[in-house]
């Protein structure tokens, strides 16, 4: 029984295109990426599902891309790098609260 996007999965070795998280090298890291098939110009902005506007693509970068139009997949990874460096920012400040440890850290003399 073949499966939906065999061929896509394969042209791109199970990797996430915008992040490259590979999938292809054991259970753990295929499931933690949620791997799925992303349109690089998305359907609802009148991208085909026509081979060459499909990629690979885990869940978070898939999520981060969302349905922003882009037109080629380098713009693709462009948008997500961006999305991604943003998502970490926000991270640092209020998950690990890196500006409120700086500010309270004293310099030794």
């Not at 902005?45 to 690979?56: A, C, P």
């Amino acid at each position: 029984m073949e499966y939906p996007y065999k061929s896509i999965f394969e042209r791109y070795s199970f990797t996430c295109q915008y992040c490259g998280w590979r999938g292809d090298q054991n259970f753990t890291d295929w499931y933690i990426a949620s791997l799925c098939i992303d349109h690089i110009k998305p359907r609802s902005k009148g991208g085909t599902d026509d081979d060459t506007n499909l990629v690979v693509s885990c869940h978070a970068c898939n999520q981060y891309k969302g349905s922003h139009e882009c037109e080629s997949l380098e713009e693709a990874k462009e948008f997500v790098s961006r999305k991604r460096a943003e998502t970490q920012t926000w991270f640092e400040k209020h998950v690990l609260k890196k500006e409120e440890l700086s500010k309270n850290v004293k310099m030794p003399c």
